[in-house]
């Protein structure tokens, strides 16, 4: 059963950086034939999810109005290690939430799942972004 794992949250001021990590373990497909389609998800009190970024088949970034031009994702998949990111960057407050990185790893090639579908397979737990004033 693959599980994700998120990392690298934590407290900032506002106009701050975080880098989250989010690494995938139990996967025992052929890594190298492997795509590892991944999405990045933030959940505030009281409010919905809502997806944030995805990355394709072809590395292809898309990215929530919201975010764009801030945050950056990015993955990596040495060996049978499969390593997602998210770079924030200039947080403000209404970045506060519990963000959760989601993945499919396919062999045919193609990542239907993205930030705005949700239709990933495997969701990570989360990790909190506090953002202060």
């Known amino acids: 059963q693959v599980q994700l794992v998120e990392s690298g949250g934590g407290s900032v001021q506002s106009g701050g950086s975080l880098r989250l990590s989010c690494a995938a373990s139990?996967?025992?497909?052929?890594?190298?034939?492997?795509?590892?389609?991944v999405g990045w998800f933030r959940q505030a009190p009281g409010k919905e999810r809502e997806g944030v970024a995805s990355?394709?088949?072809?590395?292809?970034?898309?990215?929530a109005d919201s975010v764009k031009g801030r945050f950056s994702i990015s993955r990596s998949q040495d060996n049978a290690v499969n390593t997602a990111y998210l770079m924030l960057n200039n947080l403000s407050p209404e970045d506060t939430a519990m963000y959760y990185c989601?993945?499919?790893?396919?062999?045919?090639?193609?990542?239907?799942?993205?930030?705005?579908?949700?239709?990933?397979?495997?969701w990570g737990q989360g990790t909190q972004v506090t953002v202060s004033s």
């Open positions: 989601a993945a499919d790893l396919r062999y045919d090639g193609f990542c239907p799942a993205t930030h705005t579908n949700m239709a990933y397979q495997y």
């Open positions: 139990g996967y025992t497909g052929d890594n190298t034939r492997t795509t590892y389609c």
């Open positions: 990355i394709g088949a072809d590395g292809r970034s898309t990215y």
